[in-house]
């Protein structure tokens, strides 16, 4: 018994030593990060919308074609959106981005 209460003292211990420590660590961890004057420049992002009138010119199909052309010419779609009236979706819209 008294062997079962020292393994368990001594977990308890361990533990807590590295609850102690383990906000240190990840201060040094935020230490390393550089200065913002430091940071990269920013990025320019050119900005794509391709409504609901797209899917019903192309189709299905055809508008899957459509993003994945899209997305060849280095356009990331980032958003979709539906738009709802009355429970049904009148309308999607398709947003994409790249950089300048």
Do not use: C
Request: proline fraction near 4%; aromatic fraction near 8%.
């Amino acid at each position: 018994m008294k062997s079962k209460l020292s393994i368990a003292s001594a977990i308890i211990a361990i533990l807590s030593l590295g609850f102690i420590f383990l906000p240190a660590r990840a201060q040094d961890d935020v230490a390393d990060t550089p200065p913002a004057a430091e940071a990269k420049t920013v990025v320019k992002w050119q900005h794509l919308a391709l409504n609901d009138n797209a899917r019903k010119r192309f189709g299905g199909t055809e508008l899957a074609r459509k993003i994945n052309s899209l997305g060849e010419e280095g356009w990331e779609m980032v958003s979709v959106l539906n738009f709802q009236e009355e429970g049904t979706t009148n309308k999607t819209v398709y947003y994409f981005k790249r950089p300048l």
